[in-house]
Protein backbone atom coordinates (compact mmCIF):
# COMPACT_ATOMS: atom_id res chain seq x y z
CA UNK A 1 0.00 0.00 0.00
CA UNK A 2 1.51 3.26 -0.93
CA UNK A 3 1.92 6.08 1.64
CA UNK A 4 1.21 9.64 0.94
CA UNK A 5 2.12 12.16 3.12
CA UNK A 6 -0.28 15.31 3.21
CA UNK A 7 1.10 18.64 4.05
CA UNK A 8 -0.91 21.16 4.93
CA UNK A 9 -1.63 23.87 7.17
CA UNK A 10 -3.78 22.71 10.72
CA UNK A 11 -5.39 25.70 9.81
CA UNK A 12 -7.10 23.27 7.41
CA UNK A 13 -7.12 20.50 9.89
CA UNK A 14 -10.53 19.59 8.57
CA UNK A 15 -9.88 19.40 5.14
CA UNK A 16 -6.64 17.33 5.82
CA UNK A 17 -8.39 14.90 7.70
CA UNK A 18 -10.96 14.14 4.75
CA UNK A 19 -8.29 13.85 2.78
CA UNK A 20 -7.17 11.34 5.11
CA UNK A 21 -10.32 9.52 4.95
CA UNK A 22 -10.86 9.59 1.05
CA UNK A 23 -6.96 8.42 0.52
CA UNK A 24 -7.70 5.84 2.65
CA UNK A 25 -11.02 4.72 1.20
CA UNK A 26 -9.20 4.81 -2.50
CA UNK A 27 -6.49 2.29 -1.12
CA UNK A 28 -3.72 4.85 0.30
CA UNK A 29 -2.31 4.76 2.96
CA UNK A 30 -2.10 8.90 4.28
CA UNK A 31 0.43 10.30 6.63
CA UNK A 32 -0.34 13.06 8.52
CA UNK A 33 1.96 12.91 11.88
CA UNK A 34 -0.09 14.71 14.94
CA UNK A 35 -3.28 15.30 13.06
CA UNK A 36 -4.66 15.66 16.67
CA UNK A 37 -1.65 16.37 18.78
CA UNK A 38 -3.32 18.07 21.22
CA UNK A 39 -7.10 17.44 22.94
CA UNK A 40 -8.15 21.08 21.88
CA UNK A 41 -6.60 20.64 18.65
CA UNK A 42 -4.97 23.82 18.12
CA UNK A 43 -3.37 25.04 15.03
CA UNK A 44 -0.12 26.82 16.50
CA UNK A 45 2.85 25.38 18.31
CA UNK A 46 2.77 27.10 21.64
CA UNK A 47 6.63 27.10 21.98
CA UNK A 48 9.77 26.78 19.85
CA UNK A 49 10.93 23.02 21.44
CA UNK A 50 6.68 21.70 20.48
CA UNK A 51 7.19 23.07 17.04
CA UNK A 52 10.54 21.25 16.78
CA UNK A 53 9.08 18.38 17.48
CA UNK A 54 5.96 18.60 15.20
CA UNK A 55 8.50 20.00 12.30
CA UNK A 56 10.80 16.36 12.94
CA UNK A 57 7.97 14.01 13.04
CA UNK A 58 6.78 15.30 9.33
CA UNK A 59 9.91 15.48 8.36
CA UNK A 60 10.60 11.10 9.24
CA UNK A 61 7.05 10.99 7.57
CA UNK A 62 8.71 12.34 4.47
CA UNK A 63 11.28 9.85 4.32
CA UNK A 64 8.72 6.78 4.93
CA UNK A 65 6.31 8.72 1.80
CA UNK A 66 6.20 7.25 -1.73
CA UNK A 67 4.59 10.29 -2.18
CA UNK A 68 3.32 13.76 -0.84
CA UNK A 69 -0.08 15.93 -1.55
CA UNK A 70 -0.01 18.85 -0.04
CA UNK A 71 -3.25 20.77 0.32
CA UNK A 72 -2.89 24.24 -0.38
CA UNK A 73 -6.03 26.22 -0.53
CA UNK A 74 -6.25 29.50 -2.39
CA UNK A 75 -2.34 29.26 -3.13
CA UNK A 76 -1.63 28.91 0.72
CA UNK A 77 1.92 27.71 1.47
CA UNK A 78 2.72 27.99 4.94
CA UNK A 79 6.55 27.47 6.47
CA UNK A 80 6.55 24.31 7.63
CA UNK A 81 5.38 22.89 4.26
CA UNK A 82 8.02 24.62 2.47
CA UNK A 83 10.22 23.03 4.57
CA UNK A 84 8.83 19.55 3.76
CA UNK A 85 8.86 20.25 -0.17
CA UNK A 86 12.19 21.02 0.33
CA UNK A 87 12.97 17.55 2.21
CA UNK A 88 10.85 15.82 -0.29
CA UNK A 89 12.83 17.31 -3.58
CA UNK A 90 16.06 16.24 -1.64
CA UNK A 91 14.80 12.67 -1.42
CA UNK A 92 13.86 12.86 -4.66
CA UNK A 93 9.87 12.20 -3.40
CA UNK A 94 6.83 12.61 -6.04
CA UNK A 95 5.32 15.76 -5.37
CA UNK A 96 1.53 17.03 -5.66
CA UNK A 97 -0.53 19.85 -5.10
CA UNK A 98 -4.13 20.12 -4.43
CA UNK A 99 -3.83 23.53 -6.41
CA UNK A 100 -1.59 25.81 -7.92
CA UNK A 101 0.09 28.50 -5.48
CA UNK A 102 0.98 31.02 -8.10
CA UNK A 103 4.44 30.94 -7.40
CA UNK A 104 6.65 29.92 -10.15
CA UNK A 105 9.09 29.18 -7.30
CA UNK A 106 6.60 26.22 -6.19
CA UNK A 107 4.95 25.10 -8.51
CA UNK A 108 7.70 24.04 -10.68
CA UNK A 109 8.32 21.42 -8.11
CA UNK A 110 4.86 18.99 -8.83
CA UNK A 111 4.23 16.37 -10.50
CA UNK A 112 0.96 18.24 -10.96
CA UNK A 113 -1.87 19.37 -9.49
CA UNK A 114 -4.85 17.27 -7.86
CA UNK A 115 -7.74 18.75 -7.06
CA UNK A 116 -9.03 17.46 -3.65
CA UNK A 117 -12.74 16.67 -5.37
CA UNK A 118 -10.65 14.85 -8.05
CA UNK A 119 -8.49 12.39 -5.97
CA UNK A 120 -10.47 9.50 -6.80
CA UNK A 121 -9.80 9.96 -10.41
CA UNK A 122 -5.72 10.56 -9.97
CA UNK A 123 -5.43 7.15 -8.32
CA UNK A 124 -4.16 5.36 -11.49
CA UNK A 125 -1.33 8.26 -11.65
CA UNK A 126 -0.52 8.06 -7.72
CA UNK A 127 -0.18 4.44 -7.96
CA UNK A 128 2.40 4.64 -10.64
CA UNK A 129 4.96 6.88 -9.06
Not at 20 to 41: A, H, V
Not at 42 to 47: F, I, K, S
Request: hydrophobic fraction near 35%; charged fraction near 30%.
Amino acid sequence: MKKILIGGSMKFRDTIKNTMKELENIGFEPLFPNIDYTEESRDVAETIEEKSKLVWDHLKAVEQADALYFIVPNGYMGTSCKIELGYALALKKPIYFSETTNDMGLDCYTEGFIKLEELHEWRSILCTS
